[in-house]
Every structure is written in structure tokens, then in C-alpha cells.
């Protein structure tokens, strides 16, 4: 079965500052990885995805993630946060090559980033 | 509104008491899941649907736990005989199933709190 670890629980970091939120997963095979972004009081939303193909992919609010695989990394990182950033991320990896129902997400813990004034 | 919707959005119930959570995907997904997400912890995945194939209920915590939907509409799950343990915030999600990117677009969730 897969796994994913979020090593960190909470970020705290000051505005404009840069983040990286780390995420490692166990997978012996190919994996799809996604950070979904849960602002307070919202819904999981998709903040970026890899599927295939270059292993640097960005959002379109400036956060990017490396996929390496030699590692079983799939970190997420921006250069310099906003207050807005404020949310908690969540790291998830799904099996590619199961059949229908096993292509749930399997999420990490989640990762709580707080940007400071 | 084109997104997923979960009804009610908080549900406090008591001890031994059965629930019935909503979930109305996405117009036109095929797939749809339930997860769990306890406090401090992520999701947990409970069961899918694809289409009119049988679920995937192997996600499911015990028996007490049952979901249906109707064709490619409508989920329901049902927690009979609540417990304690089962306070955690219940999430839905919908895709286009077979073929598609497999991103999943989450509801609000619904917060279930057993006293």
C-alpha cells in the first residue's frame, strides 16, 4: 500500500519570506502527485499536479513542486508568500497503473502554513 | 453553482444514533469517493463509484459504515449505530473516472460530531 509523509505539521513563516513543504512517499512504481491547498473554512482544492512528463510543474499562484524520483520527493515551494497563503496542504499520490477503483488518493497528514505579518 | 455539494455541513448527533450524509457530485462525473478526515490527520479513503460497476468499499471502517448512489447522481452515507471515533469531517469528491487528468474536485465536507 502506498503512503505519503508530510514531515512537517506546521510552518510558520514571515511574509515574502520563501517556503518549502516537504513530501515523501512510498512507491516502488509510477505514481501521480498532487498538493491540494484547504484554506480555512473551504473545501480541498487542486493546487498543482504531476502526471507525466517534466518534473518541475507550477500553480498558477507562483507555488511549484519537483517530482524526483530517486528521492520519492514531490516538495512544494514558493519564493516569497503572501498573508493569503495562509491554508493547510495536503501532499496525495494516486497508483496510475491500478485499475479504476484504486486510483483513490492516498493524502499525507497535512501541512499547515501560517504566513506572519 | 458547478460544484460539488455536501449536505447538511454540520451534524451533531448523539451516541447510537444513525446519520445520513450527502454528497451531489459534479454534473456529468462518473466517479465519485468519500473520504475521512479526522482531526490533525488527512484523508482517509472510504468507498467509490464509477458509473454502474459494483464500489470500492474497501476503504470502509466497519460495518456500520454503507453508501449508495443512484446512477451517476446522487451519493449517500450512512453511519448506523454512531460512535465517538466517528467525529471527523466527511468529504466527498467527484472526477470524470476513466480517462480523465484523476484530479478530483472536493466538496465542503460535512463535520460530524458524536457526543
Known amino acids: 500500500a502506498q503512503s505519503v509523509t508530510q514531515l512537517d505539521s506546521q510552518v510558520p513563516v514571515f511574509e515574502e519570506a520563501p517556503v518549502e513543504l516537504r513530501c515523501n512517499y512510498s512507491?516502488?512504481?509510477?505514481?501521480?502527485l498532487f498538493w491540494y491547498v484547504q484554506y480555512p473554512n473551504q473545501g480541498l482544492q487542486l493546487l498543482l499536479k504531476y502526471l507525466s512528463g517534466s518534473t518541475l510543474v507550477e500553480s498558477i499562484n507562483g507555488f511549484e513542486a519537483e517530482f524526483n524520483k530517486s528521492q520519492t520527493s514531490f516538495h512544494l515551494r514558493k519564493p516569497s508568500v503572501h498573508i493569503s497563503d495562509t491554508a493547510e496542504y495536503f501532499c496525495?499520490?494516486?497508483?496510475?497503473?491500478?485499475?479504476?477503483?484504486?486510483?483513490?488518493?492516498?493524502f499525507g497528514s497535512g501541512t499547515q502554513l501560517t504566513v506572519l505579518p | 453553482g458547478a460544484g460539488v455539494s455536501q449536505s447538511p455541513s454540520n451534524k451533531v448527533t448523539e451516541k447510537g444514533k444513525d446519520v445520513e450524509l450527502r454528497c451531489d457530485p459534479i454534473s456529468g462525473h462518473t466517479a465519485l469517493y468519500w473520504y475521512r478526515q479526522r482531526l490533525g490527520q488527512g484523508l482517509e479513503f472510504l468507498i467509490y463509484?464509477?458509473?454502474?460497476?459494483?464500489?470500492?468499499k474497501s476503504g470502509l471502517p466497519s460495518d456500520r459504515f454503507s453508501a449508495e448512489r443512484t446512477g451517476e447522481s446522487v451519493s449517500t452515507l450512512t453511519i448506523q449505530r454512531t460512535q465517538q471515533e466517528d467525529s471527523a469531517v466527511y468529504l466527498c469528491?467527484?472526477?470524470?473516472?476513466?480517462?480523465?487528468?484523476?484530479?478530483?474536485?472536493f466538496g465542503p465536507g460535512t463535520r460530524l460530531t458524536v457526543t
Open positions: 496525495a499520490v494516486s497508483d496510475p497503473l491500478s485499475s479504476g477503483s484504486a486510483r483513490q488518493l492516498t
Open positions: 463509484f464509477q458509473g454502474n460497476s459494483a464500489p470500492d
Open positions: 512507491s516502488s512504481v509510477s505514481v501521480y
Open positions: 469528491a467527484s472526477s470524470l473516472g476513466r480517462g480523465s487528468s484523476y484530479e478530483q474536485y
